[in-house]
């Protein structure tokens, strides 16, 4: 079982290192650094994390044997207290960048549901949080409803019970989120509601 730690992972997928879902968590991180909770970040496009490969080798240990840069971030999915996610829409859907780091997880599902092991403590488990944010170039709202059934299965599979989403469509040129009025405020107040899980709260 993982140790538990009280701060923010912070991970940007999208190819766009200075793009609009890159702000939002910019904002959210921001708001959660000013009122005590730690971050670590990563950009996710950078490195080398490479496809599932669906070998079922995970079924034996709970490891993944791809010995990528995967290998960097999966000990914080399940020892940070909140979890937030940054993916643009491409072709309908979260980009490859952010599904590759989801597929990923297998290891974790593999622990759970084939090994049966607890990965994350029941009172920890109860604390976390998690965020996704996204924008997408199409003026259409309805287009994010893809993605709630795969953004709802990784923060299952990493144990972060409650999780929330903003969402912002017509919004496809860098900087075009600076033009939606409220969008980081609204990404930096839930930052700022993360004050309840610094180190020392409970």
């Known amino acids: 079982m993982e140790t538990h730690k009280r701060y923010l992972l912070a991970l ?11 702000t939002l968590l910019d904002a959210l991180v921001e708001g959660a650094e000013s009122v ?16 599932c490969r669906a070998c079922n080798a995970c079924f034996k240990d709970g490891e993944c044997i791809q010995k990528d840069d995967m290998q960097e971030i999966y000990p914080h999915l399940l020892q940070a207290v909140a979890v937030a ?23 974790f599902w593999s622990a759970r549901y084939v090994l049966e092991k607890r990965l994350v403590d029941t009172e920890f488990e109860a604390l976390r949080r998690g965020f996704f944010l996204s924008c997408c170039g199409r003026d259409m709202p309805e287009t994010f409803e893809c993605t709630r059934p795969t953004m709802g299965y990784f923060f ?3 144990q972060v019970p409650r999780w ?10 860098a900087g075009d989120i600076l033009k939606v009025k409220g969008a980081l405020d609204e990404s930096r107040m839930k930052g700022e ?7 020392g709260n409970g």
Do not use: W
């Open 12 to 22: 940007y997928t999208s190819p766009r290192p200075r793009g609009n879902t890159a």
């Open 85 to 107: 996610m940054a993916a643009p829409i491409f072709s309908m859907h979260i980009c490859a960048q952010a599904k590759a780091l989801i597929d990923r997880c297998q290891r």
């Open 156 to 158: 299952h599979i990493i």
């Open 164 to 173: 929330e989403s903003l969402t912002y469509a017509g919004v496809d040129n």
């Open 193 to 199: 509601s993360l004050a309840d899980l610094k180190a």
């Open 36 to 51: 005590g909770l730690p971050t670590q970040s990563f950009r996710t496009a950078r490195m080398d994390i490479r496809p």
